[in-house]
């Protein structure tokens, strides 16, 4: 497996006065739609793409519906899923309100079966340019390239 990256400069967000430094950014390769992942789940069981896709869509609606409860969603190797609160902060905790929350986010914990994919042992990466550059030399390689 490998992962393309390319190479920018940007700066440390926690240290505004320190200079720019050069980071390696992933860049997709391509997307995959629910069709396709419904299509190739098809043919590595017995249902049928719309069948999978079905259970895909009403895996979403139970997610959603368990999220909205303030319940965490466990999904085995896969992962769990729990909203997340961002608020604004109060001098004391009697001054806080609900109008201090500025935002619900999902969070998303990876499982180990996705976790485990993502090992530096296990991947190569392959530098391209960037997604708004000129087209420069692309290399492959391993962890060092």
Do not use: C, W
Request: charged fraction near 25%; proline fraction near 3%.
């Amino acid at each position: 497996m490998a992962i393309n990256y390319s190479i920018a400069q940007m700066k440390n967000p926690n240290d505004k006065g320190a200079p720019a430094k050069y980071y390696a950014k992933a860049q997709a390769s391509r997307s995959v739609d629910i069709n396709e992942l419904a299509e190739e789940i098809s043919y590595s069981t017995t249902l049928t793409d719309g069948d999978v896709l079905n259970v895909i869509r009403a895996l979403v609606k139970q997610i959603n519906k368990h999220i909205s409860k303030g319940e965490i969603v466990k999904l085995e190797n896969l992962g769990s899923f729990q909203a997340q609160i961002s608020s604004d902060g109060a001098e004391a905790e009697e001054e806080f309100s609900t109008a201090n929350i500025r935002k619900v986010s999902l969070q998303f914990r990876p499982g180990i079966g996705l976790r485990g994919q993502l090992s530096l042992d296990n991947l190569t990466f392959h530098k391209v340019k960037p997604l708004n550059a000129p087209a420069a030399e692309e290399e492959e390689g391993g962890l060092g390239a």
